[in-house]
């Protein structure tokens, strides 16, 4: 039977830390301006983990909790999450006012353009044997569905180009990136790997907002298993090349104590 709310009732939702963005249990206060309140219509206005989305099955063009980066600040259409881009933009400001400019590159990708990736990737590479073909692309690109772009809290800002940032202008960003990002909640998750940290070689250009993203890699790791990565050329050998310890998981370690 469908509940008649009066209008602007407020609303108690409770949640818990799987169910949005929050690191503790709370209660959230909507008010409700409509006589008639339908679940789903509920379930829109607050934000949740789920398997499709930590998997990057869902549209973040439709999804409220994100938000398109302004042109100025991206090099093509660009959404991170809403939380993501509001301290991106603190960051932006306080780079400027030490004359650095940063742009993101690229952002948020659902598992279908994390797909076209990967399987161009795969076509470039087919002189390789299937096992080697899919650990040369690992060396930069993740498997669709156990990337953290499927997020919205991860960003590659300035270059794909780790030599960009050796010198110059390039390693001018960098030291202030590595001086300043984490007091914004932007952490190098793909440090170089002389500690013995496992994956992806490094990435200087990509900055991931720890504050919900470790909430995600929770749950990622709490609720989903390696035979659910599927669907693409390659995902068999997901298993035996430990895609979930060794990529998911192989982050630096400051980003793993993340709390």
Known sequence: MKSLIASSIIILLFLNCNSRDSKMTHTEVVEVTTDTVALDTIKKQTPYISKDFVFGKFDYRTDSTFTKVGDIYAT???????????????????????????????????????????????RKYKNLEPKQRTLKILEYSAMPSSSRHHW??????????????????????YQWLTANANSFGFYQVYTDKSSGRTGYNEEKWHWSYLPLASKYLEFYNANLSVKDISGFEGSEYAESLLIIEEYVNGISEEARKYK
């Open 76 to 122: 093509k259409e660009i959404y991170l999450k809403n939380e993501v881009y509001n301290a991106f933009l603190k960051m932006v400001d306080s780079a400027k006012k030490d004359g650095i400019q940063l742009k993101i590159v690229s952002g948020t990708r659902n598992f279908e353009e994390q797909k076209g990736i990967w399987e161009r990737k795969w």
């Open 152 to 173: 919205g809290t991860d960003m590659d800002l300035n270059s794909l180009n780790n030599s960009y940032f050796n010198s110059g202008k390039g390693l001018k960003e």
